[in-house]
């Protein structure tokens, strides 16, 4: 059911209660004053003293209303709330005289005009105050919808920026496997489909066993080592036994995964690669380390990747919900990130 949709019915269920209690409060208060039977004449005295109002109330709530105070039209609310006031109270008048003139005693209003008129303004600009609270929960519901949708459709643009960079690197991998092992690249295109399907089905959901996301970045170091030589000192350290029901974004860890390979890898001098995840207290902790190359060989840490992994943390968790640490030394760069975790 859509939020409108809800708030209408709300809000006509709360007229539907109120005009409920105005026609039996003449019932209750004859048993208020300990009478043994109700007095259904005064009832009906009172109900037809109450229906101009009703009538008033209903032509209001349902059409001039919408029409004309909804739409900021407010001196042609006043004045069709006037206008109907009069024509209704008028054609009242009319009817008692008649009744009056037959011989019959039927009392719809003891008030003069004027007050009428001032009572009924007085209900629908209740009415009104009314449909403006509706109005305006409505809208901020709508309105928090809206930022859900555009921080969802956000964090879907900046997961899979992340996409085309990881599979360059793995292709490349790939390739240049081909002509040194032919049965090892058939394996990586094996574990590449795998790690495809990850990206293209599992990774729509809005969390992944964290499990599950260990065993994609295993996945990508083990693609990501043929391309290096012993030289490079690659270790990846985790709980060997992870809870299926510990949850966590997907795509998220191997940002930094990427970075460290990225920017951690020399070809001319020994280099390393330290990934540690620690689980405890509800709460993920991952350590990326990897060695800085030369003052000649330094590229830019700090890219679109680590950049995009940010804004996705702050849409997840908050400014103050998550901790990201980057510390750049001289011959070493340090990446902390600590996350809640979420149980399925």
């Given at each position: 059911m859509k939020i409108g949709k809800k708030h209408v019915i709300g809000?006509?269920?709360?007229?539907?209660?109120?005009?409920?209690?105005?026609?039996?409060?003449?019932?209750?208060?004859?048993?208020?004053?300990?009478?043994?039977?109700?007095?259904?004449?005064?009832?009906?005295t009172v109900w037809r003293q109450v229906l101009p109002y009703l009538i008033i109330f209903l032509i209001n709530n349902c059409i001039i209303a919408p029409r004309y105070?909804?739409?900021?039209?407010?001196?042609?609310?006043?004045?069709?709330?006037?206008?109907?006031?009069?024509?209704?109270?008028?054609?009242?008048?009319?009817?008692?005289?008649?009744?009056?003139?037959?011989?019959?005693?039927?009392?719809y209003t003891n008030h003069e005009v004027y007050w009428n008129v001032l009572f009924?303004?007085?209900?629908?600009?209740?009415?009104?105050?009314?449909?403006?609270l509706y109005k305006s929960i409505d809208d901020e519901q709508q309105l928090l919808l809206l930022?859900?949708?555009?921080?969802?459709?956000?964090?879907?643009?900046?997961?899979?920026?992340?996409?085309?960079?990881?599979?360059?690197?793995?292709?490349?991998?790939?390739?240049?496997?081909?002509?040194i092992d032919t049965e090892g690249a058939k394996s990586a295109v094996i574990d590449l489909s795998k790690m495809m399907r990850y990206v293209l089905y599992d990774s729509e959901r809005e969390t992944i066993s964290l499990a599950a996301d260990m065993q994609f970045l295993r996945?990508?170091?083990?693609?990501?080592?043929?391309?290096?030589?012993?030289?490079?000192?690659?270790?990846?350290?985790?709980p060997k036994e992870l809870p299926e029901k510990i949850t966590i974004p997907p795509l998220l860890l191997i940002v930094f995964v990427e970075n460290a390979f990225k920017h951690g890898v020399s070809y001319n001098h020994p280099s390393y690669i330290h990934i540690s995840l620690f689980y405890a207290d509800g709460k993920l902790t991952a350590l990326f380390s990897n060695s800085r190359p030369?003052?000649?060989?330094?590229?830019?840490?700090?890219?679109?990747?680590?950049?995009?992994?940010?804004?996705?943390?702050?849409?997840?968790?908050?400014?103050?919900?998550?901790?990201?640490?980057?510390?750049?030394?001289?011959?070493?760069?340090t990446v902390q990130l600590v996350i809640p975790t979420l149980n399925a």
């Open positions: 809000e006509n269920l709360l007229y539907v209660l109120v005009w409920t209690t105005i026609l039996l409060v003449p019932v209750l208060n004859s048993q208020m004053l300990s009478e043994l039977h109700v007095n259904f004449d005064n009832v009906l105070f909804l739409r900021k039209h407010y001196w042609s609310f006043i004045v069709a709330n006037i206008a109907l006031t009069i024509v209704v109270f008028t054609l009242v008048d009319f009817y008692q005289q008649a009744q009056l003139a037959q011989g019959g005693l039927i009392h009924a303004l007085f209900m629908n600009g209740t009415n009104c105050g009314i449909k403006l930022k859900e949708e555009n921080l969802r459709a956000e964090m879907v643009s900046l997961k899979y920026q992340i996409n085309p960079h990881f599979f360059m690197n793995t292709l490349n991998n790939i390739h240049a496997l081909i002509d996945n990508y170091i083990e693609l990501m080592r043929i391309r290096y030589t012993e030289n490079v000192e690659i270790t990846i350290d985790h030369p003052q000649n060989e330094v590229r830019k840490m700090a890219g679109i990747g680590l950049e995009n992994a940010r804004k996705r943390l702050d849409l997840i968790y908050g400014v103050d919900g998550y901790t990201l640490d980057i510390r750049q030394e001289k011959d070493s760069y």
